[in-house]
């Protein structure tokens, strides 16, 4: 966690547990112990059900013992950045004043790494409040490239991954976000067009245009994120950081004939059976 009393400089802090830069000038504002209780059922309901929207999700709460009205629900799915799928689910409100990208996956057969890079923001449970995480997937092979961790929804703990995608795996010929504001955002954008990456976004309300990296926030929400509370930023980092690893490394997908996303991405040669 962030020391600001530590004779370390904030910034090499920062490096350190990589989070971003700009969560050090985060104020965060207090969250009760009860909307935190409650902000962790959401975020499993919403996993589970994600066409529900507040009114639903309120009744859903009450049969569960959390009694609130639907403005209440709804100011804390607005915190944790989450919609209905019918309408948009997405992290953060798409700046006007960005340039927004046409998609460009639509009928294109997807079949090699490197061929299309996509990203996405997640909201993160802990103990005692909350992280945002953002991950960077080879869209063919399922490969998480890169991936950051921060308290807050600027723009530069998703470049931060970016740049680092860049610098261990070249670059892709297309790059595929929502029109989430962190996405759109000048610096991001200036760093695809630098390497003459094609950029295509979701269109409005279509979640399935990214549904790959959709299925990365189950698996790992259900087989890590649950199964914890995270006390603190640095495990939170660790943990996810090694599942990450065995998703990666070790554990297979039917829709890679059962192979890991590694052996796909780095082109190994497939195991004969014994």
């Known amino acids: 966690m962030i020391d600001r009393?530590?004779?370390?400089?904030?910034?090499?802090?920062?490096?350190?547990l990589e989070l971003s830069r700009g969560s050090l000038y985060?104020?965060?504002?207090?969250?009760?112990k009860a909307d935190l209780s409650a902000m962790r059922l959401i975020d499993k309901l919403h996993t589970e059900y994600p066409f529900a929207g507040a009114r639903m999700l309120r009744d859903m709460l009450r049969d569960r013992g959390y009694p609130m009205g639907r403005r209440h629900v709804a100011r804390l799915m607005r915190l944790m950045?989450?919609?209905?799928?019918?309408?948009?689910k997405r992290l953060s409100q798409r700046n006007p004043e960005h340039q927004v990208f046409p998609y460009l996956l639509r009928n294109l057969k997807i079949d090699?790494?490197?061929?299309?890079?996509?990203?996405d923001i997640s909201y993160i449970p802990m103990r005692e409040g909350f992280l945002y995480l953002c991950a960077i997937l080879d869209w063919a092979t399922r490969k998480v490239l890169t991936w950051r961790l921060s308290n807050?929804?600027?723009?530069?703990?998703?470049i931060d991954a970016l740049e680092e995608a860049f610098a261990k795996f070249g670059r892709p010929g297309i790059f595929n976000t929502d029109q989430g504001c962190q996405f759109t955002d000048g610096d991001f954008i200036k760093a695809l067009k630098a390497r003459d990456v094609e950029i295509s976004m979701d269109g409005k309300g279509a979640w399935r245009d990214n549904v790959f990296v959709e299925r990365f926030w189950r698996t790992i929400k259900y087989e890590e994120v649950y199964l914890r509370a995270y006390e603190s930023v640095s495990e939170a980092k660790y943990f996810i950081g090694r599942y990450i690893d065995f998703y990666?490394?070790?554990?297979?997908?039917?829709?890679?004939?059962?192979?890991?996303?590694?052996?796909v991405y780095f082109k190994q040669p497939t195991k004969l059976a014994a």
């Open 5 to 16: 009393d530590h004779a370390l400089p904030l910034t090499r802090q920062a490096e350190i």
């Open 81 to 88: 950045g989450i919609e209905a799928l019918y309408r948009k």
């Open 112 to 119: 090699r790494p490197d061929q299309v890079w996509a990203a």
């Open 26 to 32: 985060y104020v965060p504002v207090p969250v009760s």
């Open 248 to 263: 990666n490394q070790e554990r297979p997908h039917s829709s890679l004939d059962s192979r890991t996303p590694d052996a």
């Open 152 to 158: 807050s929804l600027t723009s530069d703990f998703c």
